[in-house]
């Protein structure tokens, strides 16, 4: 079965401040996805990530990914409060076969304060 | 184009009522896939259909809950005898196919009373 850890799972920073938050997942895959929830809200596409080694950035995210450590980092960058959300990562199963359908992890809850 | 489309955005019921939601996908899209979120988790996977076809059904959380897409574009995801612990979100979301990325709709969020 694939599980997927995020952490930390609640995190509280300052406005200005760089941080990173840790995906890992436990079985063979190379096709990761962040995602963005803000509260009672469905959730919004941030980066797919489809190799080993692949790099995204958008503004002040920067997500990468390395299939062999199973391990997917999402960098923030000079925190803003509008960045304040709840961010999840899930990882597709599919890799030449395979059942379908996203394994997510808890969320990570960000906080941004001034 | 207008994404994929959730109804109702919230639906109120009481214990033991059935319930059915329904879901649009993007119209090119034919891989439909449906998820709960309960509070303070990430999505869980309920069930996929490619057109018309379920090809995943053994997560669906129990014999109460069962999904169609008769005609390969609408879906529909029916509870049946609902219990409190059913109250979630359950979300839509599509894409064109396996290794494309997903397009999630905005969910129906259940409340059991």
Known sequence: ELKVEQNPLFLSMQEGKNYTIYCNYSTTSDRLYWYRQDPGKSLESLFVLLSNGAVKQEGRLMASLDTKARLSTLHITAAVHDLSATYFCAVDPYSGGGADGLTFGKGTHLIIQP | D????????????????????????????????????????????????????????SRLLSDRFSAERPKGSFSTLEIQRTEQGDSAMYLCASRAQQGRGYTFGSGTRLTVV
């Open chain 2, 2 to 57: 207008t994404g994929v489309s959730q109804d109702p955005r919230h639906k109120i019921t009481k214990r033991g009522q059935n319930v059915t939601f329904r879901c649009d996908p993007i119209s090119e899209h034919n891989r439909l896939y449906w998820y709960r979120q309960t509070l303070g988790q990430g999505p869980e996977f309920l069930t996929y259909f490619q057109n018309e076809a379920q090809l995943e059904k």
